[in-house]
């Protein structure tokens, strides 16, 4: 069982990361391209990916072992997913106009 846990711990580290790497990446294509909601939506499929991998990742390790772990895994990266995806909007929606400033100031 203690197997499960370092897995379901590295599986909120890689939705974790990837919502940090998708701001560093609305951030950086804002400030050279504009563009914000089209890199927003891109940001946020980088991490609906990255839910879906490590929820199919803990399918197949669990689903033969016990149906109450595998739903509760399940569950808990969605929460996770959720929660780092509600995040990353609020933030990119607070900065929103801090990043257009600086793209404007850049191409003037």
Known sequence: MEMFDYLMLLNVLVIVSSTMISYLYVSQMVLRKGAFLF???ISLSFVVAA????????Y??????DGL????GMLFNLIVM????TVLISYLIVRRN???RQFQAKNK
Not at 51 to 58: E, G, Q, R
Not at 60 to 65: N, Q
Not at 69 to 72: F, M, V
Not at 82 to 85: A, E, G, I, L, Y
């Open 39 to 41: 890199h927003t939506v």
């Open 51 to 58: 839910w879906f991998v490590t929820t199919s990742i803990w």
């Open 60 to 65: 197949y390790l669990t689903i033969r072992v």
């Open 69 to 72: 772990l595998y739903l509760g």
């Open 82 to 85: 959720m929660f780092c995806v």
């Open 98 to 100: 801090y990043l257009i």
